[in-house]
């Protein structure tokens, strides 16, 4: 399996880029996880619904299945901040890629989605896990960089770029142990 992660501010197109993608990628024939990093508390359970009531009840984990699909809802008894390879973990071993969205300060190779528009700061200048830089206004970069830079409105390009390099995204989990 095959490992990035996309990281930049609010706003900054993180998102977008990753939903494109991922149909990219699966024309290719790869198969595609993502790992998203929500701040806020969320739900995609909904009142009335059998699993929200189990887990009204008490469960401590719900997997909900059909024959096309597959939810896993785990309530956590006190608040807990699972690392990204503890999430990476819970995937199916059979994934070619997985596309790490937010986590912009996890210990793995990363491509940092900068705007110029967005007046933020540049992560690159000072991560070193940043591999890449995709970004709409490249001369506008605030230090000049040896790393790649890829154009944000090109999502073929940047899956072609991933895809070319791609050996040296292998995730090896004994390395997180």
């Given at each position: 399996?095959?490992?990035?992660g996309?990281a930049?501010?609010?706003?900054?197109?993180?998102?977008?880029?990753?939903?494109?993608?991922?149909?990219?990628?699966?024309?290719?024939?790869?198969?595609?996880?993502?790992?998203?990093?929500a701040?806020?508390?969320?739900?995609?359970?909904?009142?009335?619904k059998?699993?929200?009531?189990?887990?009204?009840?008490?469960?401590?984990?719900?997997?909900?299945a059909?024959?096309?699909?597959?939810?896993?809802?785990?309530?956590?008894?006190?608040?807990?901040?699972?690392?990204?390879?503890?999430?990476?973990?819970?995937?199916?071993?059979?994934?070619?890629?997985?596309?790490?969205?937010?986590?912009?300060?996890?210990?793995?190779p990363?491509?940092?989605?900068?705007?110029?528009?967005?007046?933020?700061?540049?992560?690159y200048?000072?991560?070193?896990?940043?591999?890449?830089?995709?970004?709409?206004?490249?001369?506008?970069?605030?230090?000049?960089t040896?790393?790649?830079v890829?154009?944000?409105?090109?999502?073929?390009?940047?899956?072609?770029?991933?895809?070319?390099?791609?050996?040296?995204?292998a995730?090896?989990?004994?390395?997180?142990?």
């Amino acid at each position: 399996m095959k490992v990035i992660g996309f990281a930049g501010f609010s706003g900054s197109g993180k998102t977008t880029l990753v939903e494109a993608l991922i149909p990219i990628l699966r024309l290719a024939g790869l198969r595609v996880s993502v790992i998203k990093h929500a701040h806020h508390r969320f739900d995609i359970d909904h009142p009335g619904k059998d699993t929200f009531r189990h887990r009204e009840a008490g469960a401590f984990e719900i997997v909900v299945a059909s024959d096309i699909r597959l939810a896993l809802l785990r309530e956590f008894e006190q608040p807990t901040q699972l690392s990204v390879h503890q999430l990476i973990a819970e995937l199916y071993d059979g994934v070619d890629w997985v596309l790490v969205e937010g986590f912009k300060d996890a210990d793995l190779p990363k491509i940092e989605v900068w705007r110029s528009t967005s007046q933020k700061p540049a992560r690159y200048i000072h991560d070193d896990f940043v591999v890449a830089i995709a970004t709409d206004s490249p001369d506008q970069l605030p230090d000049a960089t040896q790393r790649p830079v890829l154009d944000l409105n090109d999502p073929s390009a940047v899956a072609d770029w991933l895809m070319a390099n791609g050996e040296r995204f292998a995730y090896q989990s004994d390395n997180y142990a």
